[in-house]
């Protein structure tokens, strides 16, 4: 009871003074007071105490013994012991050249021999309360095998042969084959009981290039047996003679073009006085027929005419006897516009030219003309509704942002990472719910060279002899042509292709 008494007093004593709760019989974990204090207790602020740490631990100071100290926030410090873990000892590593001491807390990194890794296949070791964790044993590593990868149609792309725990190791599919999400590479991680999965290679085919027609999907790669509808454009027929077709993605690529092909116009009835060029029997979709008079006549209506899968457009011209009248000034065009000045008079055969607004698609001529006081029909602004899907992936490359959706006459632009060089236009179009043909980025390193010509020197002589870097401009000129002819090497290839007709050979210059 008087004991009692006696630590109530005590606290109210220190509390009144403003010297801080008074510090009660210290308990101190893996450790003791250097001998019996019992009478100190409760301590003053500031009184100080020896004490010692148990075996394999030390003070914060790491000496053999040190105080502990009253605060008015409690006893300092608030952890006296701590682990003290001895480094001198790597089982299947690397030594330390001499002893070392870690406090509780410090992590050491290790250097194990090769085959062998600290537990969790860990480089370091963190000093504990209760020592070395994971202790300072290198185990062997458990390790995959390369023999134990079977890709049919693929390979790994390292040369490694064997691979340690939670390697990540890439695999690449061979040409004309995918992995199971599309792309032409893959990962796979070894784990503790072997490879994270069985890479597989599937027979794929990229989206074909489209000849006049379009495809009824929006898919960028097929498996084996899937089918690709398509449908051709307007004035266009497949072999069959249809306008729409299939095909289907076999071991040896596509089983047909996804291709339509022009329907033809047939010579068309023409004016006593009226000439027409070019001359022949037929003519395709899309192959223009243009007119003169002779005889003094002058002409009267437009002075040419374009095949189209429903016959010509505009109508045939006739020939006329004497004067001829001006037009007013030209109807305007909805959701469109000419390009042409305004102007109050137009002349006979003079002609103006329109275009439609953005995502407007045109149909009919894009140019008017005035035929003696008349001008010829007006074409018409459609609207485009049709949107295009997501942009193509490009391997190696990169699009610059664009907001969805695609509107007819839309564009992306489209970039090549470090190291790989850009095939084919950078930009490309959405056209009535299909973009363009997007280019291809190619390692520099890989580009391929282009053959000389026999038109690039002299003699011709050494031409075959001679290899190109792409991107190089050469001229050449063909015999009795003034014009100078220009090509350029695009990763093997010439374009245009270096060519002259029979007869007309000039070997000239760079």
């Known amino acids: 009871?008087?004991?009692?008494?006696?630590v109530l007093l005590t606290s109210w004593f220190y509390t009144a003074h403003g010297q801080g709760k008074p510090c009660n019989y210290p308990v101190i974990k893996h450790g003791r007071l250097s001998y019996s204090y019992r009478g100190y207790f409760p301590a003053r602020v500031?009184?100080?105490f020896v004490y010692y740490c148990d075996q394999y631990f030390v003070p914060p100071s790491q000496y053999s013994w040190d105080y502990l100290t009253c605060t008015a926030e409690g006893w300092s410090p608030e952890e006296p012991c701590l682990r003290q873990c001895i480094f001198n000892y790597l089982e299947n590593g690397r030594n330390p050249r001499r002893e070392e001491k870690y406090l509780q807390g410090e992590t050491v990194r290790v250097h194990c021999y090769d085959g062998y890794s600290l537990e969790n296949n860990q480089n370091t070791m963190t000093c504990t309360e209760n020592g070395w964790s994971p202790p300072a044993r290198c185990i062997r590593v458990k390790t995959c095998s390369k023999n134990n990868v079977r890709i049919e149609n693929g390979f790994l792309s390292e040369s490694a042969f064997t691979y340690p725990l939670?390697?990540?190791?890439e695999y690449k599919c061979k040409p004309g084959y995918v992995t199971a999400d599309g792309k032409t590479s893959g990962l796979i991680t070894c784990l503790q009981n072997g490879w994270s999965a069985q890479p597989v290679c599937i027979k794929s085919c990229d989206r074909p290039v489209f000849e006049k027609a379009r495809a009824k999907s929006d898919g960028t790669w097929f498996r084996l047996n899937d089918r690709l509808d398509y449908v051709c454009l307007d004035g266009y027929e497949n072999r069959d003679g249809r306008t729409a077709g299939s095909i289907v993605c076999g071991q040896d690529g596509w089983s047909d073009k996804a291709a339509c092909y022009e329907k033809e116009c047939s010579i068309p009835e023409m004016d006593t006085y009226l000439d027409a060029y070019p001359r022949k029997e037929t003519f395709k979709v899309g192959d223009v027929l243009k007119f003169s008079c002779s005889q003094g006549h002058i002409l009267v209506g437009a002075d040419s005419v374009q095949c189209y899968h429903f016959g010509w457009s505009p109508k045939l011209p006739t020939c006329k006897e004497g004067n001829v009248k001006s037009c007013?000034?030209?109807p305007q065009l909805l959701n469109g516009k000419g390009k042409e000045i305004h102007k109050e008079e137009?002349?006979?055969?003079?002609v103006v030219?329109?275009?439609?607004?953005?995502r407007f698609l045109m149909k009919g001529s894009h140019k008017i003309q005035c035929v003696d006081g008349e001008w010829t029909a007006l074409p018409?602004?459609?609207e485009e509704e049709r949107t295009c899907g997501d942009i193509p992936d490009l391997d190696h490359g990169d699009v610059k942002p664009s907001v969805?959706?695609?509107q007819h006459g839309d564009s992306v632009e489209f970039s090549c990472r470090a190291a790989f060089t850009m095939i084919g236009p950078r930009f490309i179009t959405c056209i009535s719910g299909e973009w363009t043909q997007p280019p291809q980025c190619i390692a520099t390193d890989e580009l391929k060279k282009c053959k000389g010509s026999k038109l690039f020197l002299p003699n011709g002589e050494l031409a075959h002899k001679i290899e190109y870097d792409h991107n190089t401009n050469k001229s050449y000129q063909c015999r009795g042509k003034s014009k100078l002819k220009h090509s350029i090497c695009i990763n093997g290839k010439w374009d245009p292709k270096v060519t002259c007709k029979e007869g007309n050979l000039l070997s000239l210059m760079f």
């Open 346 to 350: 137009y002349a006979h055969n003079e």
């Open 46 to 48: 500031n009184q100080q």
């Open 1 to 6: 009871m008087l004991l009692l008494i006696n």
């Open 166 to 169: 939670n390697k990540q190791t």
């Open 404 to 406: 969805p959706p695609y």
């Open 380 to 382: 018409v602004c459609i």
């Open 353 to 358: 030219e329109y275009a439609c607004n953005p």
């Open 328 to 330: 007013a000034p030209p």
